[in-house]
């Protein structure tokens, strides 16, 4: 699979997300209490994710 989600333990023992995109990470998320909350997360990233615009800010 080229690109992925992934849901990990960080080193204070919270969940985050990576995307994943041929081995390399792309980004990652804010930490979450619970794996539910960071499942939450990739759910929002999918469904509002694809219409979301760029905005320029440099």
């Known amino acids: 699979m080229s690109h ?3 849901i990990y ?5 919270e969940f985050r997300v990576r ?3 041929n081995s ?3 980004f ?3 930490g979450y209490a619970s794996k ?5 997360a990739i759910d929002s990233i ?3 994710g694809p219409g979301a615009e760029t905005v320029d800010n440099s």
Do not use: P, R
Not at 9 to 13: E, L, S, T, Y
């Open 19 to 21: 995307f994943k995109y």
């Open 28 to 30: 990652s998320t804010e």
């Open 4 to 6: 992925h989600f992934e």
């Open 9 to 13: 333990k960080d080193k204070a023992g």
């Open 36 to 40: 539910a909350s960071a499942q939450n």
């Open 24 to 26: 390399e990470v792309m």
């Open 46 to 48: 999918k469904k509002n």
